[in-house]
């Protein structure tokens, strides 16, 4: 298992007034790297769509270490944690010089594209996440 990484940096308009990264873009970080998952696991976030899938969020949580300051190269890691019947927990960090500085859970549920209908993980969607897998 190998964590899936996406690197990328703390852009000026995503900082509060005290110079770090405002809580809540953590979250949108989060969704960038694993659209780029997507990308390198079906080809692209269509790939998956095109499958007849989807995915909702139902929970996300976040625990702040430490401060992620203006223009600091974030190393934001994910790594599947587990598989439920139709759900995907998703473990992820955001390390900047070797110091994990957020660190969180995130909850998918798969559901048929174009509708709010849970669904079964296909067993070609798992294999195509199993690298990324704990």
Known sequence: MAAFVHDLRARYHECDPQGIVFN???IAYVDVALTELWREAFGSYGGMTELGLDLVVVDVHARFRAPVPFDAEIALALTIASFGRTSMTTHWTETVDGEVCVEGEIVHVWIEAGTSTPTEIPA?????????TS
């Open 24 to 26: 809540a873009n953590h």
């Open 124 to 132: 070609d969607a798992r294999s195509a996440l199993d690298p990324y």
